[in-house]
C-alpha cells in the first residue's frame, strides 16, 4: 500500500480502514456471485489413450474403405497437416494449413482427381484456419482474425488489396480453430470454442457461434452454449443451420456424445451444465442464484447424439452435386478426427449423416480404414465436394488429400 509522506500514524489509520472495509465488501459479493458446488458426490474420470501411429505408405491406400459404388484415390500427399478445405465456384480447391500459417490452391487440370499443381496463395497468416468465398473474395480466419482477399481470374489472390476485417476475436484457449461461412441470408457466422474443457466461461463471445453484418462488419452472439462446433451447414433444402458439436473431456470413455444440433438464433445448447438431450453434468457447480436444472430446462437438445470422443472437424452437405445418389440429396458429411480419451480409439473415418425431412436421423460410414486395431495412419479433417461430385477429404496426420468419387 503506497504510503503518504509526514503523516501521523493515526491519521493513516483513518485512511486506511475505509479501504480495508471495501475490500471486505467486495469480497462478499464475488463469494455471492459463485455457485455452489454439486450437491452429488462425482469424480473426474481421465482417460488417455492415444493410438498408435503408423506412418502412411502409399500401399495403405487399399486399406480404405468406402460404400459400395465408390472409390478412393489418393489426390495429393506430403502437404504436412492440410486441414479445411474449400471450392471455388470456378472449381479451384483451396487448402489451409495452420500449423505452416498458408494458403495452398491445388490444380487438377486434366479431370482425373489428382492434383498435380500446387499454389501458395497465401504465406504469412500465422494459424490461419477457417476459409469461404463470396462475392470473388475469399475470406480466411485464425484465433483472433479475419482476413480476406480479392480473387484473380486464376485463382490467386490479390495479396497487396487484402484487407483485415475483424482482429479481436477471442483468444484461442483449449479449442482455437475457428470456422466460417456466409448463411443463406448472407450473414457471415464464426464457431467460437470454448477455451478450455468444460468451465464458465468468462467472455461471452466463447463457446458460441456468431453472427457477424458484412456491412459494417458488426457481430452478436447468434447461438451459445456450444463447447467446439467446427463444423457446420445449412440443409440444402430448409436452409436451417446445423452443426456437430464436441462433447466434454474427463468424464469416462462413453460420456457426453458428440453431438448433432439444429442450431436456431438465441438457442443455448447447454454447455456447460448439460449435454445431448439435456442431460445434466453432475460434476459442475450450480450457477449462481439458480441450479443447473433450472438452467437446463430452457437450453436446446441435441437432434441425434454419436459415439464420444471422435472428435467432429468438419462437417458439410451434398447440395446437390452430380453423381451422388438422389436419396442422398439432403444429407452430410462429417469427419470425426479421431479420440485420445477413450478406452478403445474410436473416429479416424468419415461418415454421412442422413437426414429424414430436413432432420438428421442417423449416421453411415463413408470412409473408413485409417484406424486398425488400436493404431491409426489418417486423421480426417476438413471436407469439401465439387460441383461434379468429387468429395475431397484432407488428412492432417498423413499429409494427405482423397478423393472419392462415384463408380456406378
Known sequence: MLRLQNESPMKRLHLFLPSLLALSVC????????????????????????????????????????PPGWQ??????????PRMLYTSPQGNVYVT????????????????????????????????????????????C???EVRRYPVKPDGTLNLPAA?????????????????????????LYISVGSLCNDCKESDKETAV???????????????????????FDWHPQTKEMWGIDNGGDTKGSEWPPEEVNRIIKGGDYGFP??????EVDKSREDPAGNTKEAVVKNTQPSVLELTAH???????????????????????????????????????????????????????????GFLQGEARFGRPAGITVTKNGTVYISDDAGGNIYAITKTK
Open 142 to 144: 485464425n484465433s483472433n
Open 97 to 140: 494449413r495452420r500449423d505452416g500459417g498458408d494458403v495452398l490452391m491445388l490444380e487438377d487440370k486434366d479431370g482425373d482427381n489428382k492434383f498435380e499443381n500446387l499454389v501458395t496463395v497465401v504465406a504469412d497468416f500465422k494459424g490461419v484456419h477457417g476459409i469461404t468465398m463470396k462475392d470473388n473474395w475469399l475470406y480466411l
Open 310 to 368: 471422435m472428435a467432429p472437424i468438419a462437417f458439410t452437405f451434398f447440395r446437390g452435386a452430380a453423381n451422388i445418389p438422389q436419396e442422398w440429396a439432403g444429407d452430410g458429411l462429417v469427419a470425426w478426427h479421431g479420440s485420445w480419451n477413450a478406452e478403445k480409439p474410436v473416429g479416424f473415418k468419415v461418415q454421412r449423416i442422413h437426414f429424414e425431412n430436413g432432420v438428421a436421423a442417423g449416421a453411415e460410414d463413408f470412409l473408413t
Open 209 to 231: 457461434m456468431l453472427q457477424v453484418n458484412p456491412a459494417n462488419w458488426s457481430r452478436m452472439i447468434y447461438a451459445s452454449g456450444l463447447r467446439n462446433t467446427i463444423g
Open 163 to 187: 484487407e483485415i476485417l475483424i482482429r479481436d476475436l477471442p483468444d484461442g484457449g483449449q479449442h482455437p480453430n475457428r470456422t466460417m461461412d456466409f448463411g443463406p441470408d448472407g450473414q
Open 72 to 81: 478412393v484415390t489418393l489426390a495429393a500427399s506430403g502437404l504436412g497437416k
Open 27 to 66: 469480497t462478499t459479493q464475488v463469494n455471492a456471485q459463485r455457485g455452489l458446488p454439486p450437491k452429488e458426490v462425482t469424480k473426474s474420470v481421465n482417460v488417455t489413450k492415444y493410438a498408435q501411429v503408423l506412418e502412411f505408405k502409399p500401399e495403405m491406400l487399399k486399406l480404405l474403405k468406402t
Open 273 to 278: 451444465y448439460a449435454y445431448g438431450k439435456r
